[in-house]
């Protein structure tokens, strides 16, 4: 088969969830040896993180936004390269496409009420297209992919899809996220100046929960007798000041280190080098940075909502993420209790190895073949 994968921003320096997704697939997908050439369709970007290969192309598309480089370049490069399918890969798809369509659909968060506006122009923007776009383009598709059960559910309800045109591909993680020996201390210290902390992987994304996880953390300081420091990925210091000057949690601000993005290749070494992962989402689809957290022999703490049950699996360490109050007695049980630490440590990794990117492209290319 020659087939069309969409990857529109795996070229981009700043990666993020979808995009990883994305990439880890094709990476698998170049390795197998199945007569199906794919063409990768790209914008383009600082980090060509593939290469080309006998059987992988990449096709890179210039365009000023990215409505008209999903809604007019996408369809008319598909038409060209005369390939017999497209797949989109992060949520959104053309509305008018020559031939037959696959859509990743990780989640459908945008669709659903929302407690406040989006704090970037960008981010308002990509709510209101997926908004748009979304609810149109499903009646097109041949196939629609989504990454959990859970979220299967949702869309199928929803949007009412019917069950025969959707079907959940779970996600895989990296191998590169495995305990360490070493720690590397030179690059924990890029990033917080003490090597046992807490960490929490957040975003301005309200999902993530950012206002709940500090006073979490506030609570923890008070009865704490080691009061480990925080390490918050992916958010600037302007948007934690507004956070604790609203709740009243400014005394805590020198326990925080908030570097911002955090490159992915030292991702492994971060969550070694941490005590526990705090990841109590109001809603994730998926949940990848909990799966790399266990894969590192890391304690993870999550949010007992949407996915993350059934991802994460009965013997997770769950709370309400809506109660701050819980999510800092799980964090002083996991610092008072060695055992149950351990427990923890060793049903992570266990947990962990159930997911893959091969099984992911695995399941992807039997997808393929039935359309």
Not at 161 to 170: D, F, G, L, M, N
Not at 233 to 239: S, V
Not at 315 to 335: F, Q
Request: aromatic share 10%.
């Amino acid at each position: 088969m020659r087939i069309a994968i969409e990857a529109q921003r795996i070229f981009r320096r700043n990666k993020h969830g979808m995009d990883f997704v994305a990439l880890e697939t094709i990476r698998e997908l170049q390795k197998r040896k199945d007569g199906n050439h794919y063409y990768v369709i790209v914008a383009p970007g600082e980090d060509r993180c593939i290469e080309e290969s006998a059987n992988l192309s990449i096709v890179e598309l210039k365009c000023p936004t990215y409505p008209l480089w999903e809604q007019v370049a996408l369809p008319y490069a598909v038409k060209r390269l005369k390939v017999e399918l497209l797949h989109c890969t992060s949520n959104t798809a053309p509305l008018w496409c020559p031939v037959p369509l696959v859509l990743t659909l990780h989640d459908i968060i945008y669709l659903e009420p929302r407690q406040h506006r989006s704090p970037s122009f960008y981010q308002e923007m990509g709510w209101y297209y997926r908004r748009l776009v979304v609810p149109r383009i499903l009646k097109k598709c041949r196939k629609i992919i989504t990454v959990s059960q859970f979220e299967c559910q949702r869309i199928c309800k929803t949007l009412n899809v019917p069950a025969e045109r959707i079907q959940s591909i779970y996600n895989g993680y990296n191998t590169h996220f495995h305990p360490l020996e070493k720690t590397q201390p030179e690059i924990v210290h890029r990033y917080i100046s003490h090597e046992d902390f807490l960490f929490f992987l957040g975003n301005t994304d309200p999902k993530k929960n950012t206002a709940r996880v500090l006073k979490a953390y506030h609570i923890y300081l008070q009865q704490s007798t080691i009061k480990r420091p925080l390490l918050i990925a992916d958010l600037k210091e302007e948007y934690i000041d507004d956070l604790l000057q609203e709740a009243e949690l400014s005394d805590i601000k020198s326990h925080l280190f908030y570097p911002g993005y955090i490159a992915n290749h030292d991702l492994p070494i971060l969550y070694n080098s941490a005590f526990a992962f705090l990841y109590p989402s109001l809603r994730e689809s998926f949940g990848i940075p909990m799966i790399e957290a266990m894969a590192c022999g890391t304690p993870v703490i999550v949010g007992n909502t949407s996915a993350m049950p059934e991802v994460a699996g009965p013997g997770v360490l769950s709370v309400d993420p809506y109660k701050p109050e819980e999510i800092a007695a799980s964090l002083l049980r996991l610092e008072n209790d060695p055992d149950f630490y351990q427990q923890q440590a060793v049903y992570g990794l266990q947990r962990a190895r159930q997911f893959s990117w091969k099984t992911t492209a695995d399941e992807l290319v039997k997808l393929y073949q039935t359309i």
